[in-house]
């Protein structure tokens, strides 16, 4: 992710990364790039669009990985990482018939489950590159405010698609894995705010935890989104950006013999 957080000193070799969350970064000497995510980071940073291929992540067609025996599930749903730790998405999705896939299991796991789903609802940006890549549909939904459109934008504005997220209703059970002093400390914290006595230079007070009508209407808006036509870029597409990339990494090699 090329943000201000990436370190100063060492030089950058940019293989497929874009802008994401935070300040743009500092360009310099120090930065080189080989290829860049989307259209929309070029015109950010200031680089050329011959640069941009797509995001990196489209190379695992380029491997061997897990494949089901099957496409055995109708629907899967891949949260954004952050979204899993906000509510317990799995067990949302087990009352509702939906294959949870968490974008923070192994690599290998992921894919196959993936490569399981007939469709594959995705608020992780990369679930949904991924099954792009896999030739797997989806559908984007956002369950949260945090969820970055600009990635979005730019990664699909190489595949010749619109970011159209199905809006899906927040949940939140964020203290489920906390101890029980902590818990307390967020519901003294929450008091104080409905009371009126806060600070913002306080440490945010967590939401309290979400009841059965928001998590009825979250699942209602995931079915929902289960019906919409899915996304699925053209072949030729993937294929050429795989062919790319390719190109770019024996350019590389070449440079360092």
């Known amino acids: 992710m090329l943000n201000h957080r990436v370190p100063s ?70 949260p954004h990482c952050l979204s899993s730790r906000y509510f317990d998405w799995s067990m949302a999705c087990e009352s509702s018939g939906l294959h949870y896939i968490s974008a923070e299991w192994d690599v290998e796991r992921v894919l196959r489950e993936i490569s399981r789903c007939e469709v594959v609802l995705c608020e992780a940006m990369h679930g949904a590159i991924v099954a792009d890549a896999l030739r797997v549909p989806w559908v984007p939904v956002a369950c949260y405010d945090f969820i970055s ?23 939140y059970d964020v203290e489920r894995n906390l101890p029980t002093t902590s818990r307390a400390k967020n519901v003294f914290k929450r008091a104080l705010k409905h009371a009126g006595i806060w600070s913002e230079n306080w440490s945010p007070a967590p939401k ?3 009841g059965d009508r928001e998590l009825e209407a979250a699942m209602s808006d995931l079915l929902v989104a289960t019906a919409r036509q899915p996304f699925l870029s053209a072949d030729n597409i993937s294929e050429n950006h795989v062919h790319r990339y390719l190109k770019v990494l024996e350019d590389i090699k070449l440079l360092k013999a």
Request: charged share 25%; net charge positive; proline share 5%.
């Open 9 to 78: 000193s060492p030089v950058k070799h940019v293989l497929g990364s874009g802008v994401g969350y935070g300040d743009l970064p500092l360009l310099d000497d120090k930065w080189v790039f080989h290829a860049i995510r989307g259209f929309e980071s070029a015109r950010v940073l200031g680089l050329p669009k011959e640069l941009v291929i797509t995001d990196a992540a489209v190379l695992v067609r380029t491997v061997n990985y897990p494949v089901a025996e099957a496409r055995d599930k109708r629907f899967g749903f891949i």
């Open 149 to 171: 459109e600009f990635k979005w934008r730019d990664w699909l504005s190489t595949v010749d698609l619109s970011y159209q997220p199905s809006i899906v209703t927040s949940l």
């Open 208 to 210: 309290a935890r979400t």
